[in-house]
């Protein structure tokens, strides 16, 4: 009994959350993958280099405060999300990015770890149009070690997101949001 024990626990290589994740994607029955990356993926620019993609194949997972709801926008790595279209889409009058507790509060991850799915209290998901014109995307998948890839219809279906144009017009320097890195 004991070395079955063992056994079980010498499997479970990942960190919960990510294994949170793991268990979403199978049971969804998406076809998806997750890999883990030992010089961190904090960024989407790091990401990027990472798992030898575009920019824009990255999608930052970003968490919105609108007016004390928590809102979750997934916009490409290569862009910067507007907030304007973002409070006029969620229905609020403006919107901020989200502090690392409120990020860890509504979607059970850490900011620059955030994963689209599963999600404990988001009110509302949006993903940018854009990110639909690829055949592949990559996701935080719960750390910043880990990320998983998966069709960008996948992840409109597993996050039950509302498409929309979340991105400001033209891309300005390097696109970063405050504070919460690639999440």
Same mark, same amino acid.
């Given at each position: 009994? &004991?070395? *079955? /024990?063992?056994?079980?626990?010498?499997?479970?290589?990942?960190?919960?959350? @990510?294994?949170?994740? #793991?268990?979403?994607?199978?049971?969804?029955?998406?076809?998806? &993958?997750?890999?883990?990356?030992?010089?961190?993926?904090?960024?989407?620019?790091? #990401?990027?280099?990472?798992?030898?993609?575009?920019?824009?194949?990255?999608?930052?997972?970003?968490?919105?405060?609108?007016?004390?709801?928590?809102?979750? %926008?997934?916009?490409?790595?290569?862009?910067?999300? $507007? =907030?304007?279209?973002? *409070?006029?889409?969620? !229905?609020?009058?403006?919107?901020?990015?989200?502090?690392?507790?409120? %990020?860890? $509060?509504? /979607?059970?991850?850490?900011?620059?770890?955030?994963?689209?799915?599963?999600?404990?209290? %988001?009110?509302? %998901?949006?993903? $940018?149009?854009?990110?639909?014109?690829?055949?592949? @995307?990559?996701?935080?998948?719960?750390?910043? =070690?880990?990320?998983?890839?998966?069709?960008? /219809? +996948?992840?409109?279906?597993?996050?039950?997101?509302?498409?929309? $144009?979340? @991105?400001?017009? #033209?891309?300005?320097?390097?696109?970063? +949001?405050?504070?919460? !890195?690639?999440?």
């Amino acid at each position: 009994m &004991r070395g *079955a /024990t063992l056994l079980a626990v010498a499997a479970r290589s990942w960190p919960d959350e @990510v294994e949170r994740v #793991a268990a979403y994607l199978r049971e969804s029955g998406a076809e998806s &993958r997750i890999e883990e990356f030992s010089e961190g993926t904090p960024t989407a620019e790091d #990401a990027a280099k990472a798992v030898g993609s575009e920019l824009a194949q990255i999608v930052k997972s970003l968490v919105f405060d609108c007016d004390g709801r928590s809102i979750l %926008v997934l916009v490409p790595g290569d862009r910067r999300a $507007d =907030r304007s279209k973002i *409070a006029a889409a969620a !229905g609020c009058s403006k919107a901020r990015i989200a502090g690392a507790d409120q %990020v860890r $509060d509504a /979607t059970g991850y850490e900011p620059g770890a955030v994963a689209p799915f599963p999600l404990e209290h %988001v009110e509302a %998901v949006f993903l $940018d149009r854009t990110l639909l014109q690829h055949p592949l @995307v990559w996701i935080g998948a719960g750390s910043t =070690r880990h990320m998983a890839a998966l069709a960008p /219809t +996948e992840l409109l279906r597993l996050s039950r997101a509302e498409p929309m $144009d979340a @991105v400001e017009t #033209a891309p300005e320097g390097p696109a970063r +949001e405050a504070d919460q !890195g690639r999440s």
